[in-house]
C-alpha cells in the first residue's frame, strides 16, 4: 500500500497513532528541529518548556526533572506509534525530519503533531531507527539533560518503554482485525530496534512484556506510583505495608 497525502490507514488506531499532514491555517508551532536545538525567536515560543509547564500543570508536580522526563516519554511514544504503524501497515515510513514536523505543545493526541509533507521512506527497522532514536531522540534528550538535567539512560529507558507501549497497542489492534501479517511485522520490527544500542541495554524482553532498568519518575507525581514495567516494584522509600495498602 503506498503512503496517501492523509496518511488515512492510521486513523482506525485512534488518535494516539494518527498523524496530522498538511499546512494547517493559524498553526504556529515551530519545526521540531527548531525546538531541539532552542533556536527560540521573538515569535515563536520555547515549546520544551512549554510542554513542561503544561505536563506539570495537569500532573500537579513542580520537579522540572520529572517533567522533563514525562514529556519526553510522551513525544517518544506518539512518534514510535505513528512510525511503527506506519511501517506495518503502508509497508513504507513517512519521512519524520523534525523540519518536517510541527509540535503543538498545548495540544493532545493526535493535534500535537502535524507532518506538513508526506515523502515516503522505506520502512525497514534502520529506517525507523535513523528516523525516531537518531532524529529526534538524540537531539530531545541531549536538549533535556542539558536544560534539566535528566539522565541520558532514564531518557532512553523512557524511549524504550515507549517503544515496547506502542508495540503492545498495535499487536492488540492487529489481533483484534484478524491481522496476523501486522502482528508478525510488528514483532519482527521490534526485535530489531531493541536490538539497536541504544535500547539494547535498556531493560529486558518478554514476549510484548517490558521491564525496564531505569524508572520515569512517575512515581514523584502525587499519586502516581510505578509504572507496570518500572524496575522498581514499589515507590523509593515507601515500605512493603504502605506500597500494598
Given at each position: 500500500m503506498?503512503?496517501?497525502?492523509?496518511?488515512?490507514?492510521?486513523r482506525p488506531l485512534g488518535g494516539f497513532f494518527v498523524l496530522r499532514t498538511g499546512r494547517p491555517?493559524?498553526?504556529?508551532?515551530?519545526?521540531?528541529d527548531q525546538t531541539y536545538a532552542g533556536q527560540l525567536t521573538g515569535v515563536q515560543p520555547d515549546?520544551?518548556?512549554?510542554?513542561i509547564g503544561v505536563v506539570a500543570d495537569r500532573l500537579r508536580v513542580r520537579e522540572p526533572r520529572?517533567?522533563?522526563?514525562l514529556a519526553q516519554q510522551g513525544l517518544a511514544a506518539r512518534l514510535w506509534a505513528a512510525a511503527l504503524a506506519s511501517a506495518t501497515l503502508y509497508g513504507s515510513l513517512p519521512d519524520l525530519d523534525p523540519r518536517l514536523l510541527r509540535w503543538d505543545p498545548a495540544a493532545t493526541a493526535p493535534d500535537d503533531l502535524w507532518l506538513t509533507e508526506v515523502r515516503p521512506l522505506p520502512g525497514d527497522a534502520d529506517t525507523l531507527a535513523d528516523t525516531v532514536l537518531h532524529a529526534h531522540l538524540?537531539?530531545?534528550?541531549?536538549?533535556?539533560?542539558?536544560?534539566?538535567?535528566?539522565?541520558?539512560?532514564?531518557?532512553?529507558?523512557?524511549?524504550?518503554?515507549a517503544l515496547a507501549g506502542a508495540v503492545r497497542q498495535l499487536g492488540h489492534w492487529a489481533r483484534a482485525n484478524s491481522r496476523a501479517d501486522?502482528?508478525?511485522?510488528?514483532?519482527?520490527l521490534a526485535d530489531s530496534l531493541f536490538a539497536h544500542p541504544l535500547l539494547r541495554d535498556t531493560g529486558v524482553r518478554s514476549?510484548?512484556?517490558?521491564?525496564?532498568?531505569s524508572c520515569c519518575l512517575y512515581y514523584r507525581v502525587p499519586g502516581g506510583?510505578?509504572?507496570?514495567?518500572?524496575?522498581?516494584?514499589r515507590p523509593p522509600g515507601s515500605s512493603p505495608r504502605a506500597a500494598s495498602g
Open positions: 503506498e503512503l496517501d497525502p492523509g496518511l488515512t490507514a492510521l491555517a493559524g498553526l504556529t508551532a515551530s519545526p521540531l515549546a520544551l518548556a512549554e510542554r520529572v517533567c522533563a522526563s538524540e537531539p530531545l534528550g541531549e536538549a533535556l539533560t542539558r536544560r534539566y538535567g535528566v539522565a541520558p539512560g532514564l531518557l532512553w529507558g523512557n524511549a524504550a518503554s501486522v502482528v508478525h511485522q510488528t514483532m519482527t514476549g510484548t512484556g517490558f521491564r525496564r532498568r506510583g510505578v509504572c507496570g514495567d518500572c524496575c522498581f516494584t
